[in-house]
């Protein structure tokens, strides 16, 4: 049994203890964003509306940037941990943390000078595209702390302990829902902020939640934990850290480029309230990330545990307990968005040309949540086993071979519109759902060296 697990639970058991956590908290992750959609879908204009959704792609790609270094730091401190190194894990964390101080920075500075480009290429006009900008400006100045809360969260996931990120989150959900809410709708100077109150309280969660974190881990005497000495830089493992990231980084990118793409046609569709009826059903449909995402996380610490300790059988085994509660999770989902499609938006916005809108969209999405969840928790699986160049090609391939031609051509060429595209995007959720099952049965996966 590798060290990071306890030795008393069933493989089906493991999976839940890992999972519920990481469930709780990309539940309360969801909410950070979530809070700011519906803050300007009801308090403020439907330009607003329209910004933080195009916003939020951005910051996508912001975080998957900053992310990479989670990345690698997830599978190499599961595999330290799996062969009982702890000693090794800590200094992996250490290093992952001030690879990420720096690279946060970077990503920061970045971001900031590229947003007013960026909120352009979304097709955004006028009042819209101001306000996504000075969104985006404020979040970029954020985005060192975003990036040590996700590398202390991801090295703790990786050890096998869910609970203490999650614990985390909750802090910076009560934060962030009422400073923003404050900062936008109470009486000023305390309110009357705008767009800039929701980047300000956003901004304000991440910084307590990446000190909170990182303090707990300096303090802890035990199992993983955070040392000066091993934030001294130590390029062999950094590089480690950016070798079994970098392939997860042009993964997403990829994947990004492809949504983005999306964006740029649905933005420029003869329907200008295309796009804000886009971001809102968007928005609603990530409610069904979270159980995939958190069986992925599940996935990728067992995983990487389990090939640390030498035991491949197992990790294909809790694998597939992983796929089977996510499919079932987002399923679950899939059929309240068919089902609950008006109310779901109605929460969201009050706006009529929304309302319209988002709901049908809502519901093409309902069913295909089992093959969005499939490429979810394999995908996971491949990036735990330090696979990601599979991830990636993979990724890849089903982004620009099958959606973006399929987008274009039921969308545009076709004249469909806003649901074409959306036809479109879930035949592709399917697709690769399939090619992330056949690179699972294949089993290459459990013999990459990381």
Same mark, same amino acid.
């Given at each position: 049994?590798?060290?990071?697990?306890?030795?008393?639970?069933?493989?089906?058991?493991?999976?839940?203890?890992?999972?519920?956590?990481?469930?709780?908290?990309?539940?309360?992750?969801?909410?950070?964003?979530?809070?700011?959609?519906?803050?300007?879908?009801?308090?403020?204009?439907?330009?607003?509306?329209?910004?933080?959704?195009?916003?939020?792609?951005?910051?996508?790609?912001?975080?998957?940037?900053?992310?990479?270094?989670?990345?690698?730091?997830?599978?190499?401190?599961?595999?330290?941990?799996?062969?009982?190194?702890?000693?090794?894990?800590?200094?992996?964390?250490?290093?992952?943390?001030?690879?990420?101080?720096?690279?946060?920075?970077?990503?920061?500075?970045?971001?900031?000078?590229?947003?007013?480009?960026?909120?352009? &290429?979304?097709? !955004?006009?006028?009042? *819209?595209?101001?306000?996504?900008?000075?969104? /985006?400006? +404020? $979040?970029? =100045?954020?985005?060192?702390?975003?990036?040590?809360?996700?590398?202390?969260?991801?090295?703790?996931?990786?050890?096998?302990?869910?609970?203490?990120?999650?614990?985390?989150?909750?802090?910076?959900?009560?934060?962030?829902?009422?400073?923003?809410?404050?900062?936008?709708?109470?009486?000023?100077?305390?309110?009357?902020?705008?767009?800039?109150?929701?980047?300000?309280?956003?901004?304000?969660?991440?910084?307590?939640?990446?000190?909170?974190?990182?303090?707990?881990?300096?303090?802890?005497?035990?199992?993983?934990?955070?040392?000066?000495?091993?934030?001294?830089?130590?390029?062999?493992?950094?590089?480690?850290?950016?070798?079994?990231? &970098?392939?997860? !980084?042009?993964?997403? *990118?990829?994947?990004?480029?492809?949504?983005? /793409?999306? +964006? $740029?046609? =649905?933005?420029?569709?003869?329907?200008?309230?295309?796009?804000?009826?886009?971001?809102?059903?968007?928005?609603?449909?990530?409610?069904?990330?979270?159980?995939?995402?958190?069986?992925?996380?599940?996935?990728?610490?067992?995983?990487?545990?389990?090939?640390?300790?030498?035991?491949?059988?197992?990790?294909?085994?809790?694998?597939?307990?992983?796929?089977?509660?996510?499919?079932?999770?987002?399923?679950?989902?899939?059929?309240?968005?068919?089902?609950?499609?008006?109310?779901?938006?109605?929460?969201?916005?009050?706006?009529?040309?929304?309302?319209?809108?988002?709901?049908?969209?809502?519901?093409?999405?309902?069913?295909?949540?089992?093959?969005?969840?499939?490429?979810?928790?394999?995908?996971?699986?491949?990036?735990?086993?330090?696979?990601?160049?599979?991830?990636?090609?993979?990724?890849?391939?089903?982004?620009?071979?099958?959606?973006?031609?399929?987008?274009?051509?039921?969308?545009?060429?076709?004249?469909?519109?806003?649901?074409?595209?959306?036809?479109?995007?879930?035949?592709?959720?399917?697709?690769?759902?399939?090619?992330?099952?056949?690179?699972?049965?294949?089993?290459?996966?459990?013999?990459?060296?990381?």
């Amino acid at each position: 049994m590798p060290a990071g697990l306890r030795t008393d639970l069933s493989l089906p058991r493991q999976v839940a203890a890992l999972a519920i956590w990481p469930f709780l908290e990309q539940l309360l992750g969801f909410l950070v964003g979530f809070v700011d959609t519906v803050v300007a879908g009801r308090l403020l204009s439907t330009e607003a509306t329209s910004a933080v959704g195009a916003a939020v792609y951005v910051l996508w790609l912001m975080h998957l940037i900053m992310g990479s270094a989670a990345v690698g730091a997830t599978a190499l401190v599961a595999r330290a941990v799996g062969a009982g190194r702890w000693r090794r894990a800590n200094q992996i964390l250490g290093q992952a943390v001030a690879f990420g101080a720096v690279w946060g920075v970077c990503v920061g500075v970045f971001f900031y000078f590229a947003a007013p480009l960026i909120a352009r &290429l979304t097709g !955004l006009r006028g009042e *819209g595209l101001v306000l996504c900008i000075r969104y /985006l400006h +404020i $979040m970029a =100045v954020a985005a060192p702390f975003s990036t040590l809360l996700a590398v202390s969260a991801a090295c703790l996931r990786g050890s096998g302990n869910t609970r203490r990120p999650f614990l985390a989150m909750i802090v910076v959900n009560l934060i962030n829902m009422h400073a923003c809410v404050l900062l936008v709708a109470a009486w000023s100077p305390i309110g009357g902020h705008g767009i800039r109150g929701l980047a300000l309280g956003t901004s304000l969660a991440w910084f307590v939640g990446a000190v909170l974190l990182l303090s707990s881990l300096g303090f802890s005497q035990k199992d993983l934990h955070l040392r000066y000495r091993n934030l001294v830089a130590r390029w062999a493992v950094i590089a480690r850290i950016v070798r079994v990231g &970098l392939p997860n !980084l042009l993964e997403g *990118g990829g994947m990004w480029i492809g949504n983005f /793409l999306v +964006i $740029m046609i =649905v933005g420029r569709l003869p329907n200008t309230a295309a796009i804000g009826a886009h971001f809102v059903a968007v928005r609603i449909e990530a409610l069904s990330y979270m159980p995939g995402f958190a069986l992925g996380i599940a996935a990728a610490t067992l995983t990487g545990q389990y090939l640390g300790a030498g035991d491949p059988k197992t990790a294909r085994r809790a694998a597939w307990w992983c796929w089977g509660y996510g499919v079932g999770m987002m399923t679950l989902c899939g059929l309240l968005f068919v089902l609950l499609a008006e109310q779901l938006v109605g929460i969201v916005t009050d706006k009529q040309v929304f309302l319209d809108t988002s709901p049908e969209l809502l519901r093409l999405a309902g069913f295909v949540q089992a093959g969005f969840g499939t490429a979810i928790v394999f995908s996971a699986v491949h990036r735990g086993a330090g696979d990601t160049l599979t991830a990636m090609a993979l990724t890849y391939g089903s982004t620009f071979l099958v959606r973006l031609p399929l987008v274009y051509l039921l969308g545009v060429h076709l004249g469909l519109g806003l649901k074409g595209i959306w036809y479109a995007m879930c035949f592709e959720l399917m697709f690769r759902g399939g090619l992330f099952l056949a690179s699972f049965l294949r089993g290459g996966w459990a013999r990459v060296k990381v």
